[in-house]
């Protein structure tokens, strides 16, 4: 079984911590944060994040893609009961900010204990938002109100770093699985938790717009590999040349896209190259086409992967795919969870044939949750 703490142990930082200079990433702390320590970003989180070596940390799956309405929180909601069902401790938590409606698929309205409180306001702990979903073993975490988030600002994302605290700190030490239900678009806090996740998620509707958005979306996850690659080897510069010789409007990829594209830069910006191909080799990715209605829809999904392997160079697996059904819209009518609502509906048996596939690329042991817990250092 795989011990998470190892993926967020930077080897090279664990010694020279004090001596490294972190990158501060247009942050903005709150007085009330604690400084920076190195050893997360160095093992590619986020600046802000702080890892406590000591402390067992959660798989943290995050679903993404990009395209609004694709289903990520549909999918988000009914996997964290699956995995709960399976015997998981589940946090799933709402990261759509300014559009939270994670809650919408429990039943529930937004509760005055939520992640804007905690983030924005910093006015509760991060235990009391975490809240029951009416599902044993899944405990939620709302999004809040819209306005809440406006009030936050253009560098109080910053904050951040307290949600990194808590996922990876002794808050969260319960868990076996965080599940973080992404919103749409390319914003920099969306990547950052899609890189930084032991399995990032793109969810995607079988029809051109979507396919294209999500694309776009790997796109933005490629290019903050490389920045935060040239940043963790010092090799910023190339790291802007290497950028602008992929995707640059004038460079021609040709067949083989960005990835033989980077193959062949290697020779000239060994180190960058180096630590970006192993970056992507070490993150999973899964993808899940949504509202398939024929072969042709579910075929989409293979060549998909095909593409993300080949041309973005993502270790990329097909999670699989969920059909259209008319449970999704009834369940939401009926203020019930889907897989509570219509148990036996194929999407229902979809997201169980996901469930299990996620729960064994993230390394769960397919036994009860006592017994997955994965041990500390
Ligand atoms: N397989 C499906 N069959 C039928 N309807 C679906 C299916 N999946 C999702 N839907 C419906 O599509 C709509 C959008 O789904 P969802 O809210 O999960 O998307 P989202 O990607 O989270 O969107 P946003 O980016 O706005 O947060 C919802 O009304 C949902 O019920
Ligand atoms: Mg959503």
Redesign the pocket.
């Given at each position: 079984m795989q011990n998470y703490t190892d993926k967020f142990r930077g080897s090279p930082g664990r010694d020279g911590a004090s001596s490294y200079k972190v990158p501060q990433e247009n942050h903005r702390p709150a007085k009330t944060l604690p400084p920076f320590v190195d050893r997360g970003w160095r093992a590619g989180l986020p600046a802000c994040a702080n890892v406590d070596l000591a402390q067992r940390v959660p798989a943290i799956v995050a679903v993404g893609?990009g395209?609004?309405?694709?289903?990520?929180?549909?999918?988000s909601a009914n996997l964290g009961a699956q995995l709960a069902n399976a015997g998981r401790k589940v946090l799933l938590i709402d990261l759509?900010l300014g559009?939270a409606?994670l809650h919408t698929y429990f039943g529930i309205g937004i509760p005055n204990k939520n992640l804007a409180q905690f983030l924005v306001y910093q006015n509760i702990p991060f235990r009391s938002i975490q809240l029951p979903s009416g599902i044993d073993g899944l405990q939620i975490i709302c999004g809040g109100r819209d306005e809440s988030w406006a009030d936050m600002g253009e560098f109080g994302f910053g904050s951040f770093s307290l949600l990194w605290d808590a996922l990876l700190g002794a808050e969260c030490g319960e868990f076996d699985v965080v599940l973080l239900?992404l919103?749409?678009g390319i914003q920099k806090y969306t990547i950052d938790f899609f890189t930084s996740a032991h399995l990032g998620i793109v969810?995607v509707l079988p029809e051109a717009t979507s396919i294209e958005n999500s694309y776009s979306f790997l796109k933005a996850t490629l290019i903050r590999l490389i920045e935060n690659s040239g940043l963790r080897s010092s090799s910023c510069a190339a790291a802007d040349e290497v950028r602008q010789q992929l995707f640059h409007s004038g460079s021609s990829l040709g067949k083989g896209g960005y990835l033989r594209k980077l193959e062949s830069l290697r020779a000239t910006y060994p180190e960058l190259v180096d630590h970006l191909l192993s970056a992507l080799k070490g993150r999973n990715l899964g993808l899940v086409v949504?509202?398939v209605r024929s072969q042709r829809d579910i075929d989409v999904g293979q060549s998909m992967v095909s593409v993300t392997r080949s041309y973005f160079g993502f270790d990329a697996l097909y999670l699989g795919h969920?059909?259209?059904?008319?449970a999704?819209?009834k369940s939401?009518r009926n203020n019930r969870l889907l897989t509570v609502d219509f148990p036996y509906s194929l999407?229902a048996r979809r997201i169980y044939e996901i469930s299990r596939t996620v729960d064994t690329t993230v390394g769960l042991a397919p036994t009860n949750s006592s017994k997955v817990r994965r041990k500390v250092l």
């Open positions: 893609g395209k609004g309405g694709a289903g990520k929180s549909l999918l759509d559009a409606n239900d919103g749409a969810t949504n509202q969920l059909n259209y059904d008319d999704a819209w939401l999407l």
